[in-house]
């Protein structure tokens, strides 16, 4: 019988040999290569049994927590009675898409599918069909997922800034060069390149706030600055709000700014760990699509009842009124502990984040920029996560990853990740 110390070995090594690389998505390659069987709550638990606070969250979804016991029930229930039928809509599709409307200030309408890329793929899709223009711009670190119009320029090296950084062979060139890539919060890149070439930008997108480079928040003027160029230019403005929705509030970050975009995406924890996605936004616009208008959009699962069903328990469990006081006091609580460690070790570093999300950058501020963060240390960065992981606190030891907590974190888990945060960096 295999020992259990070399259970996660095993497994990786067993992945290693059917599937490329042993994982199916690029970023879960990650050293340590930790294997986990289970998640629950605030933790997740690795092969041997270890428990880890986890503030990796899969990226995100897990806002309630893992294996929600309300949003487990409300799934097996949906899944007791139907399966995919494929025909029509349901009645539990309809209620969601409703509640999202109500509360997401710039859905009027709502289409679901099942992935973030999925839902940036088909707004540009849209967005090119209304405007009958090719060209997008997309701002330096942000992400919006897999597809050959947006998957460039990210985490790019101090070399590349200012130039195109596809991050895949086998894109299709037009792609690549139909996408105009800006910095973050410079209006005034935008604005010329709009004098110049406005008539043929389809859209601008955006992640509200970057944090696909940890967190880098907006400056309202921005902000309001794309929504005001892009009426000017008729050009159809996206907020992916892929990890900001539902994370920063019902409404989103968008109802948090005051600005309305046209078009919305949303994933993540729309639906608590299930696969679900949404694109929402001005009903003339989302009425292009078929079968009313001539934009294809389709997908054999999208709006999958177990999905939806999930989507609908989580947003009921959000609309408590104390769900985001829990969250974003929690949030505070880790940020505002880190900020006080880090002053008393007098260690070169910026707490940042928002809300539920926080994370340590090893630098001094401004962060305005994906281009600030190159001063960032990223050794530090992950020998710090890597000492707390040893320490049962598992933070993705990646450079400019963010932290999620759930609303099964406990004030007692921030503390003890505090405790462990001070010791780990008292010595690094
Ligand atoms: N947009 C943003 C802002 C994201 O963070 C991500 C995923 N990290 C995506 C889109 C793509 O979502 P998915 O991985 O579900 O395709």
Redesign the pocket.
């Known amino acids: 019988m295999a020992t259990i110390a070399s259970r996660s070995q095993e497994i990786i090594e067993q992945a290693q040999r059917f599937i490329p690389g042993g994982v199916s998505?690029a970023n879960r390659l990650v050293e340590p290569n930790l294997v986990f069987t289970r998640a629950q709550g605030a933790y997740i638990f690795d092969a041997e049994g270890k428990r880890y606070i986890d503030y990796h969250a899969a990226?995100?979804p897990p806002l309630l927590g893992h294996c929600q016991p309300e949003v487990q029930q409300r799934v097996v229930e949906a899944m007791s009675h139907t399966d995919v039928i494929g025909v029509g809509s349901s009645d539990l599709e309809a209620q969601l898409a409703e509640k999202i409307c109500e509360h997401v200030p710039s859905a009027e309408k709502v289409l679901f599918c099942n992935?973030?890329?999925?839902?940036?793929y088909a707004a540009l899709r849209l967005a090119r069909a209304i405007t009958g223009r090719q060209k997008i711009i997309k701002f330096q670190g942000?992400?919006?997922?897999?597809h050959d119009a947006i998957l460039m320029n990210v985490i790019t090296p101090a070399e590349k800034i200012g130039q195109r950084d596809p991050l895949s062979a086998g894109m299709l060139p037009q792609a690549i060069e139909n996408t105009l890539v800006l910095p973050f919060n410079d209006l005034n890149a935008v604005q010329q390149v709009l004098q110049e070439q406005g008539t043929e930008i389809a859209a601008i997108i955006l992640?509200l706030i970057p944090?696909?480079i940890g967190t880098v928040l907006p400056q309202q003027a921005f902000v309001q600055g794309l929504r005001d160029l892009t009426r000017q230019h008729q050009i159809v403005l996206i907020f992916?709000?892929?990890?900001t929705g539902f994370r920063h509030g019902l409404g989103g970050y968008q109802k948090v700014l005051g600005v309305t975009p046209d078009l919305t995406?949303m994933?993540?924890s729309i639906a608590n760990g299930f696969p679900l996605?949404a694109l929402a936004g001005r009903a003339d616009l989302l009425d292009h699509c078929a079968p009313g208008g001539d934009v294809f959009f389709a997908g054999t699962f999208n709006a999958h009842p177990a999905s939806v069903a999930a989507s609908l328990a989580t947003i009921e469990i959000l609309e408590r009124p104390d769900s985001y006081a829990h969250l974003f006091n929690l949030g505070k609580r880790m940020r505002d502990g880190l900020a006080e460690i880090v002053q008393r070790h007098g260690i070169t570093a910026t707490v940042a984040g928002f809300g539920s999300i926080f994370l340590l950058y090893f630098m001094e501020p401004p962060i305005e920029s994906y281009t600030d963060l190159l001063r960032n240390d990223a050794k530090k960065f992950v020998d710090y996560r890597c000492a707390l992981i040893t320490r049962g606190i598992y933070e993705l030891p990646v450079n400019l990853k963010r932290n999620h907590i759930s609303l099964a974190h406990s004030a007692a888990d921030i503390d003890q990740s505090l405790e462990a945060a001070n010791e780990v960096l008292k010595a690094l």
């Open positions: 998505s990226f995100g992935s973030g890329s999925e839902a940036t942000c992400y919006h997922g897999w992640e944090h696909n992916d709000e892929v990890v995406t994933a993540k996605a």
